[in-house]
């Protein structure tokens, strides 16, 4: 019997792990407003609930769609909890996003809080999924930090899919065993599972975190709000970037291709715009003029400066290409989506 | 001070997991004869005590040498003992060879079998060894086996000492995954680790097991008994194999080269002698006359010829051979080898 049909098939239940983080509300914001998802090939079906799992609230527009389910605590309690009334994946569920993690800084100074909250959440996620029996489609958000520069094993000039990761953090490695248990899930028919490595996204809105790539939203963001911000690397430090639109763009992507369009278990790197500080600083004050770009001060900090070399900064994503996902041809159109997507926080006047 | 002299520093407790395994008992064996152990680069330190952490009971002459401890259990349970009165690693545990581990056949049969002896072993057995704080060597004999060929992803004509593991097996997968703690506990000064790949050991001795690989010692050690024993892949087939000796030999040099000689925390893949079911039949020909090679029976399995040719049978080992790690020069010695050290087990008369 052929599906293909202009009416969604359906329903469609959909778990987003971090869903209150700044990745998965903008996801799910996204998905409530394209109203169905077509997964892994088949015809697109109804989107009829989301459910964000976090530890924080999510914001209020999410809440006050009918659609959205919140599911507030501790990613590895909910999944410990024997005969939950309200379990993280139940037989309904017909696709888990996993982006819940802690970040790269958090995990670098505390071994065992990464330990816990990216690796043994990832594996109790993996056996709820393969508990419910019905092959949810899982999209693993890994990371770019699975690579990772050192002078043992310098990394190649440009990052290609199937380069050998090497990380340098345990984020990283924390990502890339994640990987692997997807992988060897999906081998074994337990879910029908994606990895996908984001970039760093820029320009990201809110507030500076602990992060060391945190500057490359900053240095745009805080200028246009009016305030100062300091770029602390080289202004000539390559650097490899995905907007906000393009790293939620790839996510979905990986939910919605075909087994044969995604093809092998390994991860998928997403596309990445090539840029430097000092490139980012003229696409700025072309944007914005110079009175904007007179707020960022050029302050070395070798510590950060020491972190951020080690990334990969030239990503050759020839199979992301092929599912047609590419990165941004210049920053300026990143800088131009974040003003338009963010007006309050645009203090200064655009030219 | 220097600490150059002939007579060996010490003292030197070491640890052997799957200790009276056919390598943990052979390891044992040679570390025993030689008396003393250079630990990644220090002066030699003399062997004082190898205990030896397995299931099984070891063979009677380990158990005979005063310097042998025998603690028998699964090494799961031993390590989740709390206030064990003989815990498996200790303050005095200079050096750790993890070899204990379930083989390819029970993990793909057994999922969680797998997950608990390679991988949550592993794990509770890193976790002994930072809680000791005193960061002993930690030799994890890691596998080909996280290579594997699929049509999706084909392997490389020649395995890289760069090439990306992309495992076709649970127990591919579980293997990569410790090698990813053990860099890790490395990097973060938990341990000293050391990711070593073995290969298809051949000629094995004993019998026959489930492994898809048994046959490629059964059909030389068989007939060397008299006995009847099948190929069951095409006698064309590429394969990669080391001797039980070479093999013993790149464990040990993994716990006795500098961190400087042995270089980056990614495994070091050992070398192998690239032959194929005809040319073994060939050597063992040349060795012990056509009436021993006429027990071969040459009987196409599909089902092991399948799993076979997805295995890497090209190994280019420059890093190994940088340690001096070289793989056999041709098969006859490896058959020769085994004669030498298992004369009750040979019954034909060899030429």
Known sequence: ??????????????????????????LARTLLAQGQLSLAGAPPASITRITLVDRAAPPADLLADARVTALTGDLNELLEEKDAVAPVVTKDTAIVFHLAAAVSGECEADFDLGMRSNFAATLALLQACRAVKTKPVVVFASSLAVFGDSPEQPIPPAIEDNTLPTPQSSYGIQ?????????DYTRKGFIRGRNVRLMTVS????????????????????????VRA????????????SSPARTVQGIIRAAEASDQAWGPRTALTLPALTTTPAEMAAALERVAGPEVVALIDWVPDPAIHNIVKTWPARIHAVRAAGL??????NFDDIIQEYIRENPYAVKLPIR
Chains 1, 2 share one sequence.
């Open 203 to 226: 320009v990201r809105p809110g507030k500076p975190n602990a992060a060391a790539s945190s500057f490359l939203s900053g240095m745009i963001r805080e200028p246009l709000a009016g």
């Open 324 to 329: 047609g996902l590419l990165p941004e041809e």
């Open 1 to 26: 019997m052929l599906m293909q049909s202009a009416q969604p098939a359906g329903p469609c239940h959909i778990v987003i792990t971090g869903g209150a983080g700044f990745l998965g509300v903008r």
């Open 230 to 241: 300091a770029c602390p690397v080289a202004p000539d430090t390559p650097v490899a970037l």
């Open 175 to 183: 990502k890339f065993i994640g990987e692997q248990l997807v992988a």
